[in-house]
C-alpha cells in the first residue's frame, strides 16, 4: 500500500468479504451486503451499523469516505436502504454512501426517495468496466450522471484477468480462474464468447505494441481517457513493475488521445450493442 501510494494511487477499495499513509490524503471505501457475519445478505438499518462497524475494525478506522450498499435488494424496500445509509453517516461512520452493480432506475429511485424524505442521496455508482464491458458506463449511466450528478466508480478494469492475456485458449495452474468458487470465470473463458474475446485480444495486443505498452497498460489508459468515468479501482497491479508501469499508462494514455484510440474503440466495438 506504501507503495502504491508513493506512485499517485490514493484510494483504495474494500469490502467485509475481503476481511481484511495520513488519513487525510487517502480516499478509503468499502462495500456492505455479503460475506460479512454481520450483515447477514440484508441491506436495512439493522444490518448495515454492525457491518459496518466489523469493516472499520478490521480497517483500524474511525470512519470511511465511502460506503457502497454492494447490489441491491429487492426484499428491502428503498426508503429504508436509503434511511439506513442516512444513518451511518449521521453517526460518523462514512462520509458518503454509494451504490454498486445497482441499475439507472434503482439509482434514480434511491435519489428521489432521499429528496422526498430529507435523507442523504447516493453519491457516485460503482459498476463492472472494462473493454468488454461497456455499455452500462457509456451508454445507460451518462444521462443520469448528468440529471443528479452521480459520479461513477468502476472496478475490474482487466475483467478479472482476462483482458491481461494469460488466458490464450487455456487456463494456467494457480490462474484465478483454476482456484476453487471461480468455476463461472473458467467456464466463462472458454465458452464461445471467451474465445471471440481472446480473439479481440489478439488484435488489441498489435496496437498496444505499436504504443510500446501491454496489454494491461492499454486496457487501463482507455479507462482513463473515458469521458464517463470518476474513478477506477485497479486491483492485482504487480507492486514491483507499479512505477514503471504508472509512468507507461500514463504514455499510453497521451498516445490514446490521439488517431490510435478510434482504432481500440473500432477493435472492441461489438462489446456494446
Known sequence: MTLAYENGINLFDTAEVYAAGKRSSLVITTKIFWGG?????????????????ASLERLQLDYVDVVFANRPDPNTPMEETVR?????????????????????????????VARQFNQIPPICEQAEYHMFQREKVEVQLPELFHKIGVGAMTWSPLACGIISGKYDGRVPPYSRASLKGYQWLKDKILSEEG????????????????????????????????????????????LPRMGRGQHRCRSCLVRLMGVLCCH?????ATAVV
Not at 219 to 229: C, P, V
Request: with cysteine.
Open 37 to 53: 457475519k454481520a450483515s447477514l445478505s440484508q441491506t436495512n438499518c439493522g444490518a448495515y451499523f454492525p457491518g459496518l462497524k
Open 84 to 112: 439506513a445509509m442516512t444513518h451511518v453517516i449521521n453517526q460518523g461512520m462514512a462520509m458518503y454512501w454509494g451504490t454498486s452493480r445497482w441499475s439507472p432506475m434503482e439509482i434514480m429511485e434511491a435519489y428521489s
Open 195 to 238: 474465445r471471440r474475446q481472446q480473439a479481440k485480444l489478439k488484435e488489441l495486443q498489435a496496437i498496444a505494441e505499436r504504443l510500446g505498452c501491454t496489454l494491461p497498460q492499454l486496457a487501463i489508459g482507455t479507462q482513463i481517457h473515458s469521458a464517463a468515468l470518476s474513478l477506477s479501482v485497479c486491483l492485482s497491479v504487480p
Open 264 to 268: 481500440v474503440c473500432v477493435c472492441v
